[in-house]
């Protein structure tokens, strides 16, 4: 439905347990992350009413499970796709040795240079996280932009002049810090969730939130996502968030639309 040239995206999971996004643009579909069951993944693709044919690539952010458990699955089921992945990324995906691919469908980018993949613009960035190279990526068709930000402790300063011109943008809230500080993980695993190169909280999320919109006061749709199943909820992400914006006279639902995407349902699919 809706407009056929507009730039599509809908989340099929995003949480700790398992990560995976469609975007499209006309007859082009490309992913990112597939950290879900092939099965799922599938299932998604036909909810937005895509054909397997249309999934021209599949996109890694990192080589954490969460993000790359179907990739060989995916493989054989969509015999045209190409994987893109950093060498880093790479290096890591094959030490975990059941996700090999033929090498003519492995597509290696450099992080922070831009390039074309089905007349969309790619770029792949920096964040700050404990693996070998992650990234996240912005998509653009020359009118619109998508920005993807997940996995990083911390928003630098080159990670926010990258997504501060985003139409949607999928940003991380993944704990409450009162409610990871009691939870059963153990200490080593806190810390490190806690850490720069960790996860945001949903804290820093709407301080990110509330900085994009006093530098560039523009219309967007933000999605929180990669919430914690044990440390964080739905409601408690969107309501931490919409509290900070609201302290600096930000109203969520005018120029700010925010929703969050969840861990086991696929989203809507929204046109941007």
Not at 178 to 196: F, Q, V
């Amino acid at each position: 439905g809706g407009n056929n040239l507009a730039l599509k995206f809908c989340s099929f999971a995003s949480g700790s347990s398992g990560n995976c996004y469609l975007i499209k643009k006309g007859k082009a579909a490309l992913l990112i992350d597939a950290g879900i069951s092939g099965k799922k993944i599938l299932e998604g693709i036909e909810s937005t009413g895509t054909s397997i044919e249309e999934v021209s690539s599949l996109f890694i952010t990192h080589e954490h499970t969460d993000h790359i458990k179907s990739i060989r699955v995916l493989g054989k089921k969509i015999p045209d796709m190409a994987v893109y992945a950093n060498k880093s990324t790479w290096f890591g995906i094959e030490e975990q040795t059941d996700h090999r691919l033929s090498d003519d469908r492995r597509r290696i980018f450099s992080t922070g240079r831009e390039f074309e993949v089905d007349a969309l613009s790619v770029k792949p960035f920096h964040l700050s996280h404990d693996a070998a190279e992650p990234v996240g990526f912005s998509f653009s068709d020359g009118e619109s932009k998508i920005s993807i930000v997940t996995d990083t402790g911390c928003i630098t300063d080159d990670i926010f002049e990258e997504i501060v011109d985003a139409d949607l943008l999928v940003l991380e809230a993944n704990h409450e810090p009162r409610i990871l500080e009691y939870c059963r993980y153990p200490y080593a695993l806190k810390k490190r969730i806690l850490s720069d190169r960790g996860h945001l909280s949903n804290e820093c999320a709407g301080r990110c939130i509330t900085r994009l919109v006093e530098e560039n006061p523009k219309r967007r749709n933000i999605l929180l996502g990669h919430l914690s199943h044990e440390n964080n909820m739905p409601d408690l992400a969107q309501m931490t968030v919409e509290n900070i914006l609201y302290e600096s006279d930000i109203h969520v639902g005018g120029d700010t639309r925010l929703d969050v995407i969840l861990r086991n349902k696929i989203s809507r699919i929204y046109e941007v």
